[in-house]
């Protein structure tokens, strides 16, 4: 994570000038020569990137999967608002980072370095630094999914799966872990739906209309996921699920 937090204290300190004196030079200049970019331009990509960072944050990383799965476990433990959403967001967040730290690691080092020490111009540090990330969505995207949005903006086919263009393996990306925490979620449901159709099929045999089926049958769900370590099961398949092959 030190280059990450480094990259993020190098835009803060570019975007703010803390510290630099009202005559000085700017703080951050990226590349060199005919390559630099002046401080204006940066505060400018500074600024589009920090508006655009959440939905990116949110829809092209692991983010998207462990939250769908985390909230269809609450639905089906049916403990409503337990955990909380700053809780089951806290942990995805940071499960997100240990994910993509070896990503973003990579991207820092072929991309930004080079463009920073002025050895690349802007689009070929892009290209370089956008590499290790397309191979990530690559790797979790469908080919069903990948067809369609090639379809759909009338792109002819790559050479290789390597030569996709981000927007087509974004919005691919997308699809494709919608699809897959779907089916963990549906996975996930059925060992305590098997609970709930006991347990509501006892109490209307003897005869308790009165007491919802649902209220009986919570202790026994989260007695069940705590029996057998549900928290480590769970969150420890997710996680290896991103190392050990696509999704």
Not at 51 to 75: C, D, G, K, W, Y
Not at 199 to 216: E, R
């Amino acid at each position: 994570m030190t280059a990450v937090a480094r990259l993020a204290f190098v835009l803060l300190v570019s975007a703010t000038g803390f510290g630099a004196e009202p005559a000085a030079a700017p703080l951050l200049t990226l590349g060199k020569g005919a390559n630099a970019v002046s401080l204006p331009m940066q505060v400018v990509l500074i600024m589009t990137a920090l508006t655009l960072l959440p939905a990116v944050f949110m829809s092209v990383t692991p983010f998207l999967r462990i939250t769908l799965v985390l909230h269809f476990l609450r639905q089906a433990l049916g403990t409503q608002s337990t955990p909380s959403n700053q809780i089951l967001i806290g942990l995805a967040l940071f499960l997100t980072l240990l994910i993509m730290q070896p990503v973003l690691q990579d991207a820092y080092q072929k991309g930004w370095e080079p463009l920073e020490k002025g050895d690349l111009a802007w689009k070929d540090a892009f290209d370089q630094g956008s590499r290790p990330v397309r191979d990530f969505l690559l790797r979790f995207s469908r080919e069903k999914d990948i067809q369609l949005f090639l379809e759909i903006t009338h792109s002819p086919a790559p050479r290789s799966p390597r030569d996709l263009d981000l927007r087509i393996l974004v919005p691919a990306y997308i699809l494709s872990e919608l699809r897959t925490g779907f089916q963990i979620g549906a996975v996930l449901f059925f060992p305590f739906l098997i609970i709930d159709l006991v347990v509501a099929s006892v109490t209307l045999s003897i005869g308790m209309v009165q007491l919802p089926p649902v209220m009986l049958s919570a202790p026994f769900k989260i007695l069940l996921f705590v029996l057998v370590d549900g928290w480590n099961l769970v969150i420890g398949s997710l996680v290896r699920s991103f190392y050990t092959g696509a999704g």
